[in-house]
T-cell receptor, first 113, second 111 residues
Framework: GAGVSQSPSNKVTEKGKDVELRCDPI?????LYWYRQSLGQGLEFLIY????????KSGLPSDRFSAERTGGSVSTLTIQRTQQEDSAVYLC???????????FGPGTRLLVL | EDKVVQSPLSLVVHEGDTVTLNCSYE??????LLWYKQEKKAPTFLFML??SGIEKKSGRLSSILDKKELFSILNITATQTGDSAVYLC???????????WGAGTKLIIKP
């Protein structure tokens, strides 16, 4: 596609529910990143996928967070048993390779009530 | 510890003014420095700088890197209300695929 797309753009859920956030990177980009940005804060790295290599999950804040990338393209970030502190904007970015410029999707704003 | 520091944290100016945003860094195996503009949700890419002293320019925005003093500046001339945003600086390294992000400078342009 022309750019990184994410869905949904907004998600409101109740505490304790599971949510799935989707990212479709730029076609041909091998690297995919997930970030979290809380209100008024900087970008917090969550997870990184590069090609068929094992993902770097070092930024995931707890075992309630997981992500997968199917076929080296679309990625899904799953948050289980959501908590109010999970409320944030979740941003996905892709790049053509290691250390290259990252291009961001429009983000998903998650609100946990 | 690798870090990127931006200053000021926030800045309020009037339309037509010129602003300079700063980004300093301490990282191992520096590869490039990137500037992004974040208006609502998604940061949009502005510049990538890899060499010292070479100015990158796009319209009223320009940026330059000093690899000896480990900093970059982003200049915006003849500011407009549409320039209001958070400006993010990030550094990439040869040894790591992650970007090290600064906290951003929140720029507000008053009409």
């Amino acid at each position: 596609g022309a750019g990184v797309s994410q869905s949904p753009s907004n998600k409101v859920t109740e505490k304790g529910k599971d949510v799935e956030l989707r990212c479709d990177p730029i076609s041909g980009h091998t690297a995919l990143y997930w970030y979290r940005q809380s209100l008024g804060q900087g970008l917090e790295f969550l997870i990184y996928f590069q090609g068929n290599s094992a993902p770097d999950k070092s930024g995931l804040p707890s075992d309630r967070f997981s992500a997968e990338r199917t076929g080296g393209s679309v990625s899904t970030l799953t948050i289980q048993r959501t908590q109010q502190e999970d409320s944030a904007v979740y941003l996905c970015a892709s790049s053509s390779g290691r250390g290259e410029t990252q291009y961001f999707g429009p983000g998903t704003r998650l609100l946990v009530l | 510890e690798d870090k990127v520091v931006q200053s000021p944290l926030s800045l309020v100016v009037h339309e037509g003014d010129t602003v300079t945003l700063n980004c300093s860094y301490e990282v191992t195996n520096f590869r490039s420095l990137l500037w992004y503009k974040q208006e609502k949700k998604a940061p949009t890419f502005l510049f990538m700088l890899t060499s010292s002293g070479i100015e990158k320019k796009s319209g009223r925005l320009s940026s330059i890197l000093d690899k000896k003093e480990l900093f970059s500046i982003l200049n915006i001339t003849a500011t407009q209300t549409g320039d209001s945003a958070v400006y993010l600086c990030a550094v990439s390294m040869d040894s790591n695929y992650q970007l090290i992000w600064g906290a951003g400078t929140k720029l507000i342009i008053k009409p």
